[in-house]
C-alpha cells in the first residue's frame, strides 16, 4: 500500500507536464492513501490490538459486543438469573443487535461470518456475536465505534429482561434513564470455550432511579429470589462464594465489569 502510493507521487511529478497523466497517477495516490489511514490505529487499544493480531492475520477472531447495567444501592448491585446459563446470575443486559443493512456491510467490508458458537434463533438472530478475520479487526471496530448499522441504546434488554418477563411494571419505568459510564474491554486471549482467540466489549451503563423506584425493584427481589439477587462487590469478585457459607449461587465472570 505505502509503495502503491510512493510510485503514483514520483509518476506523477514526473508527468507534472502533463496535467491528465499526473492527475491520474495523483487520484491513484490518493485512494491508496485512504485506504491506508482506514487500516492505521487510532488509539492506544487499537494500536495494542493491531499489535497483537499482525502475524495470523486471516485467523478468525471471535467478537461479541454487548451493553450491561450497573443497578445498584449502597454496596450492592442487581443481578438477575441467566436465561442462556440459568446455573449463573449476571448483570442485566446483553450482546447488541445488528441491523440487516449492518450484516450486508460487515460481510462486504470486513468479511465476518456467523458465530455458530451459540444457536441462532429469535432471540439471538442478529447478535453482535461474530467472527472477525484479524487483518479486518480495526476496521471493524471503527465501524461498531461509529453505531452505524446497529442498535445504539441500551433500553430494549432492560424490557426484555425486566418488563416483559413481570419483574417489573412498565409504568414504573416507562422511560429508563441511563448513563454511560465507560467501554471495557477484555483483553485479547484464547478462549477454551470458543476455541479460539476471542474478544470481548461491554459498554456499561448505570441506572438513574428515584426513590420509589428503587423500593420498588427491592419489592421485585424480594418477590422473586429465584430471578433477582443483590450481590455485594465481595460477592462478585468471588463469583458468588462466601467464606465460612455453602455455595449457592454463581455470579458470571461479567458482573465484575460493572463494577
Known amino acids: ?8 507521487l514520483v509518476v506523477a511529478g514526473l508527468f507534472h507536464d502533463s496535467p491528465l497523466i499526473a492527475g491520474f497517477f495523483l487520484g491513484v495516490g490518493g485512494s491508496a492513501l485512504v485506504t491506508l489511514l482506514g487500516t492505521i490505529p487510532l488509539t492506544k487499544y487499537h494500536f495494542k490490538l493491531a ?15 454487548s451493553y450491561l447495567y450497573r443497578v445498584g444501592t449502597p454496596g450492592q448491585y442487581l443481578l438477575i438469573r441467566g436465561k442462556r446459563f440459568p446455573d449463573q446470575f449476571q448483570p442485566v443486559g446483553g450482546v447488541y443487535k445488528i441491523f440487516p443493512s449492518g450484516l450486508t456491510r460487515l460481510k462486504k467490508s470486513f468479511e465476518v461470518v456467523d458465530d455458530g458458537l451459540i444457536p441462532i434463533d429469535e432471540s439471538s438472530n442478529n ?4 467472527r472477525v478475520p484479524s487483518r479486518k479487526i ?4 471503527k465501524w461498531f465505534e461509529s453505531s452505524e448499522d446497529r442498535e445504539c441504546t441500551p433500553i430494549r434488554e432492560f424490557h426484555e429482561e425486566l418488563i416483559s418477563d413481570g419483574l417489573l411494571d412498565a409504568k414504573d419505568f416507562p422511560f429508563p ?7 471495557h474491554y477484555e483483553p485479547l486471549r484464547f478462549s477454551n470455550y470458543a476455541k479460539c482467540r476471542e474478544l470481548l466489549i461491554a459498554d456499561i451503563y448505570e441506572l438513574s432511579m428515584n426513590e420509589e423506584q428503587v423500593n420498588l ?3 421485585a427481589v424480594d418477590a422473586h429470589p429465584g430471578k433477582l439477587k443483590w450481590a455485594t462487590v465481595e460477592q462478585i469478585e468471588r463469583h458468588g462464594a462466601e467464606p465460612g457459607k455453602p455455595f449457592s449461587d454463581q455470579i458470571a465472570l461479567n458482573a465484575q465489569w460493572i463494577l
Do not use: Y
Open 1 to 8: 500500500m505505502i509503495i502503491a502510493i510512493v510510485v503514483s
Open 51 to 65: 499489535c497483537q493480531v499482525a502475524v495470523r492475520r486471516n485467523e478468525l477472531i471471535r467478537v461479541s459486543i
Open 127 to 130: 447478535d453482535l456475536r461474530i
Open 138 to 141: 480495526i476496521g471493524f471496530l
Open 177 to 183: 434513564v441511563v448513563q454511560f459510564v465507560r467501554r
Open 217 to 219: 425493584i427491592k419489592k
